[in-house]
Every structure is written in structure tokens, then in C-alpha cells.
């Protein structure tokens, strides 16, 4: 009696330790796909940078954003099953609040290059990446892993020679730029925090919903609005619209609260990375040494943070 007991103990103990293994290895399987998918929406929100340059010389930049986000819900809208059901009040506030900090980024970082240049600007935005961690260990109370933070490092260097900075003292364009850094961080952690299972396309679509709201308010308010129906504004707004709106934060929501918030930042500064590639091929715009040494830096803190597997 007592072996088989003895037997019926270790054979338990061998299937509890080998769901254990399995899980590992889902949790591992889940992470590998949700940074690569992260890595795609970073490519085509790159691929967005030199088209809407081009559409904003047809369009102010508010009702641009205004027009953007409405038509990304329209076109979200028939994928989200069931939203009167999914509708309550918390989901609401916390698809709102996270849209909120996502406008506020926008908003500060389009009247920040008002005052500063361009490279300024994708610096200070990409910060983001320092700021992340920081939340992180002041919200969450958790620290990030040594890769992850070497990670941090690398991406930094890599936005300073990508982008070049200039450093004739803080304006107040830097400052505005600063204050979009921090909204995105926000955004960034909000998302991993406040995003639960299933309910991933009901909240992007309350983000870019409140998104478009806070837009057309602003735009009524803030600016001059102009808009010309060229062929190449209808075409960059509506690859935006579709592909980096609706497309683009539904997986983000679905796929970084899958990943830690910190790692996900990193991954993050690959966005100028790809935006530097497509203005390359689409407005000839050319890398520099400098550049390519920022683009290997920022590939290799992406590199170092998938490190975080291990230990």
C-alpha cells in the first residue's frame, strides 16, 4: 500500500512538473510572437512617416488626425462582435484613458515640431524608452530584467546617432516633445495594465475612438483647418487609417499586454528605424554614417532584450 502510494506521489509530482514545463513553454512561445508582431506594427507605423509628410502639405495636422482615427473606427467597427455587450462603463474609461494618453503624445509632439526641429523631436520622442521602466518600477513595483535595461541603453545610443539631436540648449519645443515622451509612456504601460484577455478590439476601438474625439475638438479649437483631395493626402490617409489605426493599435493591444511594457518600449524605437528606411526608398532621403551606426544600435538593444528569456 505504502509503494503504491509512494508511486502514486511521484507520478503526480512528475505531472505537475511537466505542466509546469508546458506552460513555460506557451508563456515563451506567446512572448517570441508578441514581440515579433509588435516589430510589424512598428514597420508599418514606419512606413506611414514619409506618406504623411507628403499628405500634410494637403491638410492641416489635427484634422488630418481627426479624419484618420474616425475612419480607423469605421473601419474596426464590423470586426468588434457583440459591442453592446461588451459595452459597460469600465471598459470605456479604460479604452478612453488609454486613447487619452495616446492623443496627448500626438498633440505634444505635432505643436512641439512648431518649435523644434525634426531631429530633436524623434530623440526626445523615443525617451519614451527610459521613461517606460521607470513607470514600470513606480506603478507595477516590479523591477525590469538586466537585458531589458541594457536593452534601454543600446536603443538610446542608437535614437541619439540616428537621429542627431541638435544641443543648443532646451526650447520650448524640447519641452512640449518631452511631455508627448511622457504621454507615451503612459500609453505604453496603461496598455499592459489595464488590457485583459478578450476584449482587446473593444478597447482599440474605444482608444481610437476618444482619440478622434480629443482630435476634432482640437482641431475646431487649435487650428486653421485646410484640406486639398489630392491624390497623394487620400492615399496617405487612408493607408493610416486602415493599416496603422485600426490595424496597427488593434495589435498593439492584443499583443503587448503579452509582453512586458518595458521590452515592448524598446521594440518601439524601431519606428524611426523603418520610417529612416521607407523616406530612403520613397523620398530618397539617405542614411548616414551616423545613422547606420544609431539603426545597428537600436537592432542590437532589440536583440539584447530577448535576452530577458534566459535569466
Same mark, same amino acid.
Given at each position: 500500500?505504502?509503494?503504491?502510494?509512494?508511486?502514486?506521489?511521484?507520478?503526480?509530482?512528475?505531472?505537475?512538473?511537466?505542466?509546469?514545463?508546458?506552460?513555460?513553454?506557451?508563456?515563451?512561445?506567446?512572448?517570441?510572437?508578441?514581440?515579433?508582431?509588435?516589430?510589424?506594427?512598428?514597420?508599418?507605423?514606419?512606413?506611414? !512617416?514619409?506618406?504623411?509628410?507628403? @499628405? /500634410?502639405?494637403?491638410?492641416?495636422?489635427?484634422?488630418?488626425?481627426?479624419?484618420?482615427?474616425?475612419?480607423?473606427?469605421?473601419? /474596426?467597427?464590423? $470586426?468588434?462582435?457583440?459591442?453592446?455587450?461588451?459595452?459597460?462603463?469600465?471598459?470605456?474609461?479604460?479604452?478612453? /484613458?488609454?486613447?487619452?494618453?495616446?492623443?496627448?503624445?500626438? /498633440?505634444?509632439?505635432?505643436?512641439?515640431?512648431?518649435?523644434?526641429? %525634426?531631429?530633436?523631436?524623434?530623440?526626445?520622442?523615443? &525617451?519614451?524608452?527610459?521613461?517606460?521602466?521607470?513607470?514600470?518600477?513606480?506603478?507595477?513595483?516590479?523591477?525590469?530584467?538586466?537585458?531589458?535595461?541594457?536593452?534601454?541603453? !543600446?536603443?538610446?545610443?542608437?535614437?541619439?546617432?540616428?537621429?542627431?539631436?541638435?544641443?543648443?540648449?532646451?526650447?520650448?519645443?524640447?519641452?512640449?516633445?518631452?511631455?508627448? @515622451?511622457?504621454?507615451?509612456?503612459?500609453?505604453?504601460?496603461?496598455?499592459?495594465?489595464?488590457?485583459?484577455?478578450?476584449?482587446?478590439? $473593444?478597447?482599440?476601438?474605444? &482608444?481610437?475612438?476618444?482619440?478622434?474625439?480629443?482630435?476634432?475638438?482640437?482641431?475646431?479649437?487649435?487650428?486653421?483647418?485646410?484640406?486639398?483631395?489630392?491624390?497623394?493626402?487620400?492615399?496617405?490617409?487612408?493607408?493610416?487609417?486602415? !493599416?496603422?489605426?485600426?490595424?496597427?493599435?488593434?495589435?498593439?493591444?492584443?499583443?503587448?499586454?503579452?509582453?512586458? @511594457?518595458?521590452?515592448?518600449?524598446?521594440?518601439?524605437?524601431?519606428?524611426?528605424?523603418?520610417?529612416?528606411?521607407? %523616406?530612403?526608398?520613397?523620398?530618397?532621403?539617405? !542614411?548616414?554614417?551616423?545613422?547606420?551606426?544609431?539603426?545597428?544600435?537600436?537592432? %542590437?538593444? &532589440?536583440?539584447?532584450?530577448?535576452?530577458?528569456?534566459? $535569466?
Amino acid at each position: 500500500m505504502a509503494y503504491f502510494s509512494y508511486n502514486k506521489m511521484k507520478k503526480s509530482t512528475v505531472n505537475y512538473s511537466d505542466s509546469t514545463h508546458l506552460e513555460n513553454i506557451t508563456e515563451f512561445k506567446r512572448s517570441i510572437n508578441a514581440d515579433i508582431w509588435l516589430l510589424v506594427v512598428c514597420v508599418i507605423w514606419g512606413l506611414s !512617416f514619409p506618406l504623411v509628410k507628403t @499628405a /500634410l502639405n494637403d491638410i492641416s495636422p489635427l484634422l488630418f488626425l481627426s479624419i484618420r482615427f474616425w475612419l480607423g473606427a469605421l473601419v /474596426l467597427l464590423p $470586426f468588434v462582435r457583440g459591442i453592446k455587450h461588451q459595452m459597460n462603463l469600465d471598459r470605456l474609461l479604460r479604452g478612453g /484613458l488609454i486613447g487619452l494618453f495616446m492623443f496627448l503624445g500626438m /498633440l505634444f509632439q505635432t505643436f512641439g515640431l512648431k518649435y523644434t526641429t %525634426a531631429s530633436n523631436s524623434g530623440f526626445i520622442t523615443g &525617451m519614451a524608452v527610459v521613461m517606460v521602466p521607470v513607470l514600470v518600477v513606480l506603478i507595477e513595483r516590479r523591477r525590469p530584467k538586466w537585458p531589458v535595461l541594457l536593452g534601454v541603453v !543600446f536603443a538610446v545610443a542608437g535614437l541619439y546617432f540616428l537621429t542627431q539631436p541638435q544641443t543648443k540648449g532646451v526650447n520650448k519645443g524640447d519641452l512640449l516633445t518631452l511631455a508627448c @515622451a511622457f504621454s507615451f509612456s503612459f500609453e505604453i504601460v496603461f496598455i499592459e495594465l489595464l488590457v485583459k484577455k478578450n476584449e482587446e478590439f $473593444f478597447i482599440a476601438l474605444a &482608444m481610437i475612438v476618444a482619440t478622434a474625439l480629443l482630435a476634432t475638438f482640437s482641431s475646431l479649437v487649435f487650428e486653421e483647418q485646410f484640406i486639398r483631395f489630392t491624390r497623394s493626402m487620400v492615399a496617405g490617409l487612408g493607408f493610416v487609417a486602415v !493599416f496603422c489605426t485600426a490595424l496597427g493599435f488593434t495589435l498593439q493591444t492584443y499583443w503587448q499586454p503579452k509582453t512586458s @511594457a518595458t521590452a515592448a518600449s524598446v521594440i518601439y524605437t524601431s519606428e524611426p528605424v523603418f520610417a529612416a528606411i521607407f %523616406a530612403a526608398v520613397i523620398l530618397h532621403e539617405r !542614411f548616414d554614417k551616423m545613422g547606420y551606426l544609431g539603426a545597428g544600435l537600436i537592432i %542590437a538593444g &532589440m536583440l539584447i532584450t530577448e535576452l530577458r528569456r534566459k $535569466f
